[in-house]
């Protein structure tokens, strides 16, 4: 039985269905079936080429959120070895929606942090549906910190449709705590590359998003605020999320448009939920890449690679254009 099931994957969903009666028909009756089964998938990739290649920006949207994509943990006990988590900021709490701790990477000791969403209700409630408070973000910076005093690189995970805005929050700081990180983290003379892996929203994203490499899967976002959040304000109607989502150019593809990430970390076809193996080979074989060069640069040109990438983002000219309105109002 398949679950969770976007409306645009429906008709691939069937064909799986199918294929998969196929295989047990096949099987119970002892009939060989190969040849109509491989008709059926070459089909059903031909199908999942044809859709994921023309998703829209709200499609997009949804796939980022899938209840069965990979999340944080996933990729930690894929990717990386003897992972010990570290709890708590040392001021408030230990907030469940952020984990993190010391790990090993092809052998070699690092720090990583991430977002964490849950599985099922019971631990999206205990993290919080992975939208961090203060204590979240002092205790990603307190470990990010301790991975500067050991000289180890920081491997950063988004994935938050925001940071937590409730009242306990407001009132422990979460807008100073999210601006203590980005200015910390700016600053971190180690190697820090950040993987947008579903949804990289708000400052609940910029929280941990500060690095040298800034990467984004295939069919993830990231905006400065929810389609439906921005559709409330804009037109006070959240349903019109998915205009919102075609005006907010949160996709990957327009990230790399605007220079805002480093590059796109291809998914398997049909999306990383489908193929978890592949997902994590692929986010591997980039940090991999990337922690080699970056092995190369010394802490100050850590710091000044990271400060100078992030200073150069919304720098725009307007000079031609406030001339010639000079020159209309001179005439």
Request: hydrophobic share 40%; proline share 5%; with cysteine.
């Amino acid at each position: 039985m398949v679950f969770n099931v976007l409306d645009f994957e429906k008709p691939l969903a069937e064909l799986e269905a199918n294929i998969a009666e196929l295989k047990r028909i096949s099987e119970a009756e002892g009939v060989d079936r190969s040849k109509e089964i491989a008709e059926l998938e070459e089909h059903r990739d031909r199908l999942a080429r044809q859709i994921f290649s023309n998703l829209s920006p709200w499609d997009k949207t949804l796939t980022a959120r899938h209840p069965n994509r990979p999340y944080t943990l996933d990729y930690i006990r894929a990717i990386f070895d003897d992972f010990i988590e570290l709890h708590g900021d040392r001021l408030f709490a230990d907030d469940k929606a952020i984990v993190g701790g010391f790990a090993f990477f092809e052998g070699k000791p690092l720090m990583v942090v991430g977002h964490q969403k849950g599985r099922d209700l019971k631990e999206r409630q205990l993290r919080n549906f992975g939208s961090a408070k203060p204590e979240g973000y002092r205790k990603a910076l307190r470990l990010m910190k301790m991975a500067e005093k050991f000289g180890l690189p920081i491997i950063s995970f988004v994935d938050t449709p925001a940071a937590d805005c409730s009242v306990g929050s407001e009132e422990r700081g979460i807008s100073e705590a999210i601006a203590r990180n980005m200015m910390e983290m700016a600053m971190l003379k180690v190697p820090i590359i950040v993987v947008v892996i579903g949804e990289g929203g708000s400052g609940g994203a910029i929280g941990l998003g500060v690095g040298n490499r800034v990467l984004m899967l295939e069919h993830s976002i990231y905006s400065v605020i929810p389609p439906e959040g921005c559709a409330a304000i804009i037109w006070r109607d959240p349903s019109r999320g998915p205009e919102a989502a075609e005006a907010l150019k949160l996709t990957a593809q327009h990230a790399l448009e605007y220079g805002l990430i480093d590059e796109i970390i291809p998914e398997p076809l049909g999306g990383a939920h489908r193929n978890y193996e592949q997902a994590t080979a692929n986010v591997r074989d980039a940090i991999m890449r990337h922690l080699v060069s970056l092995a190369r640069l010394s802490p100050a040109e850590l710091v000044e690679d990271r400060c100078s990438k992030f200073a150069r983002m919304g720098i725009f000219s307007t000079t031609d254009k406030i001339e010639s309105r000079s020159e209309t109002v001179k005439s």
